[in-house]
């Protein structure tokens, strides 16, 4: 049976000169503050000086990263699969597989999952953590 495209990223790869990390090895966490959205770490501020940081972000059905801002940081969101919506600056835009979203920083955002849930991958620019 082929894998689904979140399966794929889930058990994916960061490849680097000289180094190779496996998704599958690197443990899910509970996101601190919103209910239901959980964080696959793939590289940090400690891999890259700050610079950057890359997430594979899960959120259940029916559940939210709600209204937030990043102070610093350019924020990314490549939609993997499921579906919902962002509320970017005020703007509602529907979140389905192939979307890519852009929040700058100080731009207030959120993140809806519909009734399948959603699966991103989101990176920070400089990096979140």
């Not at 959205?37 to 890359?54: N, P, Q, W």
């Not at 005020?90 to 929040?103: H, K, N, Q």
């Amino acid at each position: 049976m082929e894998k689904s495209v979140f399966e794929s990223f889930n058990e994916g790869k960061l490849r680097l000169k000289g180094s190779e990390k496996d998704f599958a090895e690197i443990a899910w966490s509970k996101h601190p503050v919103f209910e239901g959205v959980e964080l696959k770490h793939i590289i940090t501020a400690k891999d890259t000086g700050g610079a950057f940081s890359y997430h594979l972000v899960r959120i259940a059905p029916d559940k939210s990263i709600g209204n937030h801002i990043h102070e610093t940081q350019l924020e990314t969101h490549e939609v993997i699969a499921g579906r919902g919506e962002c509320i970017n600056d005020g703007a509602r835009i529907a979140y389905e597989p192939g979307v890519i979203s852009i929040m700058g920083a100080k731009v207030p955002h959120e993140v809806n999952a519909g009734s399948e849930g959603l699966y991103l991958f989101a990176k920070f620019f400089p990096a979140l953590c």
